[in-house]
């Protein structure tokens, strides 16, 4: 599906699956933007793929002003961290994860979400995590599993208080060649990334709530 005219915005957009992810949005004729803590970084990863960059910690909400003065079509919550040491030894871990992972891509939700409903029509991908999964065992070192636990939760939840022409979905990309995933892991960014793009241009039949792998919806 073509998604020439539509904006998408797209958090930690300037490294592994998240840059993955925009390359494949810019590949469809979306105008992009990515956003990284790092500036030199975002705008290197933009002039690469095609995008607009802009500077953005998500643990701390006030420097998200600058990104919601632009409309956007398609919001990627793609950005994560892997919090080190034990939830009790390290409290401060479950903290950010919670910020990063939940709180930001809540407020980017709020944010963008009437504009997208005054356009008619809106995609939310949220980046998730098996490891978030009770039905595959909560894994992930730290609050990693507890803030995508609540990622899916705020998916699951977020349909009944959103217009119909709004699609929220969550998805796993599966153990990714990434700085988080490793080199030895099994998929390529691009793979990795494939699920994104496929409901970030849901057609207006398809789902919304869910929590999805390869296409295919992810027990909880």
């Known amino acids: 599906m073509s998604l020439r005219g539509r904006r998408a915005l797209v958090t930690g957009g300037n490294r592994g699956i998240g840059r993955a992810i925009a390359s494949g949005l810019v590949n469809k004729g979306c105008a ?34 600058p990104v919601l003065e632009r409309p956007y079509d398609i919001l990627i919550n793609n950005a994560g961290l892997l919090p080190e040491g034990s939830l009790m030894e390290n409290p401060e871990g479950l903290f950010e994860a919670m910020a990063v992972m939940l709180n930001a891509p809540f407020l980017l939700i709020r944010a963008l979400a009437p504009g997208m409903e005054a356009r008619g029509w809106g995609r939310i991908v949220n ?63 691009e793979q990795g990334a494939d699920t994104a793009l496929w409901l970030a241009s849901l057609p207006d039949d398809g789902p919304t709530g869910g929590f999805f792998r390869q296409r295919k919806p992810l027990d909880w």
């Open 32 to 65: 992009v933007t990515i956003t990284a803590r790092n500036p030199q970084e975002g705008a290197a990863a933009a002039e690469a793929i095609g995008a607009d960059a802009l500077t953005l910690d998500l643990a701390q909400p006030e420097t998200m002003h």
């Open 127 to 189: 980046v998730s995590s098996d490891w978030g999964s009770f039905a595959h065992g909560m894994g992930g070192p730290n609050g990693y599993g507890v803030a995508k636990a609540a990622l899916n939760a705020l998916t699951k939840t977020l349909p009944r208080d959103l217009p119909e022409c709004i699609k929220v979905n969550a998805m796993c990309p599966g153990w990714v060649r990434t700085r988080m995933g490793g080199e030895g892991a099994a998929l390529s960014p």
